[in-house]
């Protein structure tokens, strides 16, 4: 049984999405596309995401909705006019994971022929679930992502900490994560992130519940 509601995963994309565009105003982003599968959640976090990287930054974003398998061609062709600074891939949410991974890898593909610019912030469910790994047996997408910075945000449970990683991609597809930022989470944040994604509650609130 998972431990959060439905209600508690969109605020929890709430909270991550104002983190994540904290973040992306920390590193001088000054125009972001932000790229998220039409769902309810990962519409949540990009929404979130968008709202605090202007409030934050005073930059410029744009929000671009996958319809999974079906416009990832036509949604490259938006970014490369848009000519983004950065692109947020948030996949995520309520599709499949194999959905996911499969326009994942089909919009790099595509981005890489469209020769978008900009570096690449990749959502940390998506690169949980290795699609980032399976992108990059892609000669094209390799040589794509390459030539550019690529980001992916990352979940310290135990420390209550998002992570900020620079993505070091090796000639052969492999990579190291470089940690280039960190940013201390509140309570409540933590707790819905354990609960999300290690389906765990924070070892303080167990001892509490038991005491009562």
């Known amino acids: 049984m998972p431990l959060t509601t439905f209600e508690e995963e969109i605020y929890l994309r ?3 999405g104002r983190l994540v565009g904290k973040a992306l105003a920390d590193l ?3 125009k972001l596309a932000v790229v998220a599968p039409k769902n309810i959640i990962c519409s949540s976090i990009a929404a979130a995401t968008e709202a605090t990287f202007i409030e934050a ?3 410029v974003t744009s929000h671009f909705m996958v319809e999974i398998g ?6 490259a062709k938006r970014l490369a006019s848009f000519q983004p600074q950065v692109t947020l891939l948030q996949y995520g949410g309520e599709t499949p994971i194999e959905e996911n991974k499969r326009s994942f890898k089909n919009l790099l593909k ?3 022929r469209e020769r978008v610019p ?5 959502h940390v469910r998506i690169f949980a679930a290795k699609a980032l790994d399976e992108a990059l047996q ?3 997408v390799r040589e794509y992502l390459r030539a550019r910075n690529v980001y992916v945000y990352t979940v310290g449970f135990d420390e209550g900490k998002v992570y900020i ?3 070091a991609i090796n000639e052969d597809g492999s990579y190291v994560l470089d940690k280039i930022r960190e940013y201390q989470v509140t309570l409540e944040h933590a707790d819905l992130l354990n609960r999300s994604i290690k389906n765990r509650r924070l070892l303080f609130q167990e001892a509490q519940a038991q005491a009562r």
Do not use: K
Request: charge should be negative; aromatic fraction near 0%.
């Open 138 to 140: 892609d000669p094209e």
């Open 70 to 75: 079906e416009n990832e061609a036509e949604l």
């Open 118 to 122: 900009g570096d690449i912030v990749v």
């Open 57 to 59: 930054g005073n930059g």
């Open 110 to 112: 595509e981005m890489a």
């Open 28 to 30: 001088g982003v000054n």
């Open 14 to 16: 709430a909270l991550t």
């Open 165 to 167: 990683n620079r993505i």
